[in-house]
């Protein structure tokens, strides 16, 4: 919503009559950001069309004071057009109470079951990235030989599986009315360090099989726009939780950086 003139969202709310192919097609000729004007092909039509009804339709139902099952299902619904799950498959996660999704629990299915990957990407994903404690990290060099490609090759890869992981993770602000860390691990205290204590109560509590502290730090780092910092410290790597201060300065702990 925040990319759409707002213009075009008084059409979105008031004239209901207005079809979703002629919305987007008038958002594509005045607003997108498409220097070429490339036609949209009819798949992404169709995909934006669901898009469009959803996002009318959650305007129209939802008021500030009633998060409910309606809105909760709309957001899935949303969330499913912008991750490789499907909406039936996000609701899942939601586990009594409306503060009760288990965000960790679901992407780690996300990342490890339904993005979109090649073989040898999926490899990079297990031994290169430190998410999940149930595979060894394997040096680049290593991958780069056992997958018969260059270490250059590698790097290449480990930035496209970043970019597609970090996606898929800043989507799931869209489902936080529905889960509760800020409140429960107080984020709101300054510098916060992503203990291992917290990481084994997640994984208990959501049935997050493997999550590590780095996989906590760097979900909780972008739905909550902290800068992330990783300090050795007895062999291993502690992770901080920096808040970003107005303006775009850092508030920086005492690691020397």
């Known amino acids: ?24 097609l008038l958002f594509q000729r005045n607003y997108l950001d498409n220097p070429e004007r490339k036609r949209i092909n009819p798949q992404e039509l169709e995909k934006l069309s669901n898009l ?5 339709l959650f305007i129209e139902t939802t008021v500030p004071k009633s998060k409910g ?14 991750i490789p799950m499907p909406a039936e498959e996000i609701e899942k996660f939601l586990h009594g109470g409306r503060r009760k999704f288990h965000l960790f629990g679901c992407l780690n299915e996300v990342i490890f079951e339904y993005l979109k ?11 290169q990235f430190g998410f999940s404690d149930k595979y060894e990290r394997i040096q680049k060099s290593k ?6 490609i260059t270490k250059s090759s590698v790097t290449n890869a480990a930035a496209v599986i970043k970019r597609k992981t970090d996606d898929a993770i800043k989507r799931f602000k869209f489902l936080e009315p529905y ?22 109560r997640i994984r208990k509590e959501e049935g997050a099989d493997g999550i590590t502290p780095y996989f906590v730090a760097r979900v ?4 909550y726009n902290f800068r992330l910092h990783g300090v050795p410290s007895g062999g291993e790597v502690v992770y901080w939780l920096v808040p970003r201060k107005a303006g775009g300065q850092e508030y920086y702990a005492d690691t020397g950086e």
């Open 179 to 200: 889960y509760s860390y800020w409140e429960k691990y107080k984020l709101d205290r300054g510098v916060t360090e992503v203990m291992a204590e917290m990481c084994e």
């Open 52 to 56: 469009y009804e959803t996002l009318r």
């Open 1 to 24: 919503m925040a990319n759409i003139h707002l213009a075009l969202q008084r059409l979105m709310i008031n004239k209901v009559n207005i079809t979703a192919r002629s919305f987007i």
């Open 69 to 82: 099952k309606t809105d909760f299902k709309l957001r899935c619904k949303v969330l499913s057009d912008l």
């Open 143 to 148: 991958l780069a030989k056992k997958q018969n």
């Open 220 to 223: 909780f780092a972008m739905i």
């Open 117 to 127: 990957l090649s073989d040898n990407k999926r490899e990079i994903l297990n031994h």
